[in-house]
């Protein structure tokens, strides 16, 4: 087998303007026509052309190393009846055998083979990919018949129809990042300018390792602030539903605390009438007695609930002209990951030149909450049709700013419809049944009204107006 480095035997090639530093601007290599230009030297120059611009397609559309590679090498292949043509890249550590990347070409089981060489393929190989990670230079074998006859290697090639072959290095940062290997049937396949345009090509692709490296770099770094900013917002919404689940435990306890006791004294009451009228004669005066105090009893119990809503009203901060849209999208920011995790699309619109409403913000965030939530949780077992939530803020005909929260969930039932902001009624496993009592007094409060209507085709509206602010108040 006769090597030979191309610098002795052809005009040294032209290195990339971007060789190992990665400069911005991309040339062709320059073929000087001669007087020589036979049909030849025509053909292989049209061949270099065509390999390049082929290949530049591919240093373009590509997003990965190997889709990279796979494009350049199906170039390559793809403008001469090369076998294979095929890039591999040296990881970290000296001695470890190139990985292979990918490869085009008829010997594709060759390319099988190149992924398993071993050590033989590393800086220490004693073959042409070794030479050309020590030396830093293309090297060429002429034909691999001029191998001695009992030479593995020349066995193997000569087995997947291959004559001849050229290696050549690329290197990145002064360090040697990987190889271009040509593979050809025919003897002496490669001239000066073939190894020109490979050199080219090798250098390019060095140069677009480490665009694509940065852009992985890039990516990735992005891609954990955005876990991290989706964590923070995650845990903030859990805390958040914590603290409400807190609330809502507290405030269900105390309204049960003192609803309890009444309703046991109407009970023990009823259970005293039906005594006395299953008497003979039934003792009417005590039946008309237990009556009055269940009466009086329940106007207690309807007593307390009402209070207990007054003190929720009551706990209301301070009030302020909020802008009920900006209120809107905030929250709906707020509630992203729970849009993301269950595949909701939100769609928030708000009209124009509404005025802003006096209230508690941190309050009428609630309510937009434990809307959003209800609405994410009744989407959450619909299949066959779009998840979305829209959300609207209009100034009705009335002069109200009215929030509407419509979702494609399940919808709510006929026989439920009346009973969904009844203290207690929920149809979830894990609910608590307080998020709508609640919103109604917090609308209510505010001197608003909350209802619900079924949406089209699918789902639910729930709809809340709140009073606008008188004119000139000073947005806060
Ligand atoms: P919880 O969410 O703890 O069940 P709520 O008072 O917020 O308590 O809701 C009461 C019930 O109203 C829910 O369990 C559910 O059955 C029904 N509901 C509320 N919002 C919706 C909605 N958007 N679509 C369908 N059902 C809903």
Redesign the pocket.
């Known amino acids: 087998m006769v090597r030979s480095n191309p610098a002795s035997s052809a005009p040294h090639p032209p290195r990339s303007p971007r060789a190992g530093q990665g400069g911005r601007i991309r040339q062709a290599p320059v073929f000087s026509a001669t007087s020589s230009a036979d049909a030849e030297e025509l053909r292989r120059l049209n061949w270099a052309l065509a390999a390049y611009a082929r290949s530049s397609a591919a240093l373009i559309h590509s997003s990965t190393f190997e889709e990279l590679v796979t494009g350049v090498c199906n170039a390559i292949v793809g403008e001469d009846d090369y076998r294979l043509a095929a890039a591999g890249l040296i990881e970290d550590t000296a001695g470890e055998p190139l990985r292979m990347v990918a490869g085009a070409g008829a010997a594709s089981a060759y390319l099988d083979h190149l992924r398993t060489a071993g050590p033989e393929l590393s800086g220490t190989g004693q073959g042409p990919t070794g030479r050309a990670i020590r030396s830093r230079e293309p090297q060429i074998v002429r034909d691999a018949r001029e191998e001695p006859a009992d030479s593995p290697w020349s066995k193997r090639v000569l087995a997947h129809g291959i004559r001849s072959s050229v290696t050549v290095p690329f290197q990145r940062n002064g360090k040697v990042a990987g190889v271009l290997k040509v593979y050809s049937a025919k003897p002496d396949a490669f001239g000066a300018r073939e190894i020109e345009v490979f050199v080219q090509l090798g250098s390019e692709l060095a140069f677009a390792l480490g665009i694509l490296e940065e852009r992985a770099h890039r990516q990735a770094a992005e891609e954990a602030r955005r876990a991290a900013e989706e964590r923070a917002q995650e845990s903030l919404a859990e805390l958040a539903r914590a603290a409400r689940v807190v609330s809502l435990g507290a405030f269900a306890a105390s309204l049960a605390h003192e609803v309890n006791q009444p309703v046991a004294a109407i009970m023990a009451n009823g259970e005293a009438a039906m005594r006395w009228l299953s008497k003979t004669p039934a003792n009417v005066d005590e039946v008309r007695a237990a009556l009055v105090r269940i009466t009086r009893d329940a106007e207690r119990t309807s007593a307390v609930v009402g209070r207990t809503r007054g003190m929720l009203a009551k706990g209301l901060g301070e009030r302020h002209a909020t802008d009920i849209g900006a209120l809107l999208n905030e929250t709906v920011q707020f509630t992203q990951p729970q849009l993301r995790r269950w595949q909701v699309r939100a769609d928030v619109s708000v009209a124009k030149g509404l005025p802003p409403a006096e209230v508690d913000h941190v309050q009428v965030q609630q309510v937009l909450v434990?809307?959003i939530?209800?609405?994410i949780?009744?989407m959450k077992s619909v299949t066959g049709r779009r998840r979305v939530l829209k959300a609207s803020v209009v100034l009705n005909p009335e002069g109200l700013v009215e929030v509407a929260?419509a979702?494609t969930?399940?919808?709510?039932g006929e026989a439920?419809a009346d009973?969904?902001?009844d203290h207690l009624?929920?149809?979830?496993p894990?609910?608590?049944?307080?998020?709508?009592?609640?919103?109604r007094s917090i609308v209510e409060a505010h001197g608003g009204r909350i209802n619900?209507r079924p949406n089209t085709p699918f789902?639910?509206v729930?709809c809340f107006t709140l009073p606008p602010a008188p004119p000139q108040t000073v947005l806060n």
């Open positions: 434990n809307l939530t209800n609405a949780d009744a929260v979702d969930g399940t919808g709510i439920f009973k969904v902001f009624f929920t149809t979830k894990d609910g608590v049944g307080l998020g709508l009592p609640i919103c619900m789902g639910a729930f």
